[in-house]
């Protein structure tokens, strides 16, 4: 049977989604295998935080000197963006930031998996990262089931971080770590070009969130709305927005609720003068991106 090419939601530029259920990814990006790159020597590999639902993620090492003693690195945990309906981190664009970073900190980097709407409906994505990250935290006595984090990981110096829908993600995983009082010890939030909903309902959001008005009064999607803020799992967060990313008013708002908010933590701002949305993914080299990357690096390597 043919298939439909009548359109049943239109979402561009990110999915269409056609009468037959067919869904049309129209932003898609290749996927790299695990590698050892040439350049910094960082390594990655695939691990299966989830087998049942099999979710993959990706863990980058920094290049390793046997011959210094052995050191303890910071992790970093990150989740990559897309809409709650594109990305992967497996993919080149996830490869290209995350190894240069994992290089210059040192660091080693997780980037986890979820599984994407509208397939799998919001809040699917939350759950599989808040999954993903227990996970992790079961390695916080050294015997958890992957050694690069028993041996390599120092679990008092955590760092979540997300961009766009994944920034949304990022502070989820962190609201519920300080919640549920995590074993692991987070040392900051990174929220790069955050995506949160507004009081306008988001007309795909409700779409990929049937149970949700797709606004701001639900937690999970803006912290505006979620009586334990003042219990979020650390006590930096980081956010940066491009001037020109229609975005930008979201990320300045959730400055102001957390500022606002009982939490008690310390903000950090920067304003991308000039750039657009998550332009430093697609544009690695430019001086706006080394300056934004500086600043993720101090804020990693601050004690």
Not at 69 to 74: C, I, R, V, W, Y
């Given at each position: 049977?043919?298939?439909?090419?009548?359109?049943?939601?239109?979402?561009?530029?990110?999915?269409?989604?056609?009468?037959?259920?067919?869904?049309?990814?129209?932003?898609?990006?290749?996927?790299?295998?695990?590698?050892?790159?040439?350049?910094?020597?960082?390594?990655?590999?695939?691990?299966?935080?989830?087998?049942?639902?099999?979710?993959?993620?990706?863990?980058?090492?920094?290049?390793?000197?046997?011959?210094?003693?052995?050191?303890?690195?910071?992790?970093?945990?990150?989740?990559?963006?897309?809409?709650?309906?594109?990305?992967?981190?497996?993919?080149?664009?996830?490869?290209?930031?995350?190894?240069?970073?994992?290089?210059?900190?040192?660091?080693?980097?997780?980037?986890?998996?979820?599984?994407?709407?509208?397939?799998?409906?919001?809040?699917?994505?939350?759950?599989?990262?808040?999954?993903?990250?227990?996970?992790?935290?079961?390695?916080?006595?050294?015997?958890?089931?992957?050694?690069?984090?028993?041996?390599?990981?120092?679990?008092?110096?955590?760092?979540?971080?997300?961009?766009?829908?994944?920034?949304?993600?990022?502070?989820?995983?962190?609201?519920?770590?300080?919640?549920?009082?995590?074993?692991?010890?987070?040392?900051?939030l990174i929220?790069?070009?955050?995506?949160?909903?507004?009081?306008?309902?988001?007309?795909?959001?409700?779409?990929?969130?049937?149970?949700?008005?797709?606004?701001?009064?639900?937690?999970?999607?803006?912290?505006?709305?979620?009586?334990?803020?003042?219990?979020?799992?650390?006590?930096?967060?980081?956010?940066?927005?491009?001037?020109?990313?229609?975005?930008?008013?979201?990320?300045?708002?959730?400055?102001?609720t957390l500022?606002?908010?009982k939490w008690?933590?310390?903000?950090?701002?920067?304003?991308?003068?000039?750039?657009?949305?998550?332009?430093?993914?697609?544009?690695?080299?430019?001086?706006?991106?080394?300056?934004?990357?500086?600043?993720?690096?101090?804020?990693?390597?601050?004690?």
């Amino acid at each position: 049977m043919a298939s439909s090419t009548e359109i049943a939601h239109d979402f561009s530029p990110l999915i269409r989604v056609y009468k037959d259920g067919r869904v049309e990814r129209q932003f898609t990006t290749p996927r790299l295998p695990p590698s050892t790159d040439p350049v910094t020597g960082v390594q990655s590999k695939d691990i299966f935080i989830s087998p049942n639902p099999e979710v993959k993620s990706r863990i980058f090492l920094p290049k390793i000197n046997p011959d210094d003693p052995p050191k303890k690195l910071p992790l970093i945990i990150y989740v990559h963006g897309g809409g709650f309906c594109i990305g992967s981190p497996l993919n080149v664009i996830t490869q290209g930031f995350l190894t240069p970073l994992v290089s210059q900190i040192p660091a080693v980097a997780i980037s986890i998996g979820y599984r994407l709407a509208p397939e799998h409906p919001l809040p699917t994505a939350h759950h599989d990262c808040w999954a993903a990250f227990q996970w992790i935290a079961n390695h916080a006595l050294g015997s958890g089931p992957e050694p690069w984090i028993n041996d390599y990981v120092d679990v008092s110096r955590v760092f979540v971080a997300g961009e766009s829908a994944g920034a949304n993600l990022a502070h989820y995983i962190v609201a519920q770590a300080g919640i549920n009082n995590s074993s692991l010890g987070i040392s900051g939030l990174i929220a790069l070009h955050p995506f949160f909903t507004q009081k306008e309902p988001d007309k795909m959001i409700q779409y990929f969130y049937p149970n949700s008005s797709g606004s701001d009064d639900d937690p999970k999607l803006n912290p505006c709305s979620d009586p334990n803020l003042e219990k979020l799992g650390c006590s930096r967060v980081l956010i940066a927005v491009g001037e020109k990313d229609r975005l930008k008013p979201r990320g300045i708002a959730y400055k102001e609720t957390l500022e606002n908010s009982k939490w008690g933590g310390k903000v950090e701002f920067m304003e991308n003068e000039g750039e657009d949305h998550c332009f430093y993914l697609f544009n690695p080299s430019s001086e706006k991106a080394k300056e934004l990357f500086q600043t993720l690096i101090a804020f990693i390597s601050t004690k």
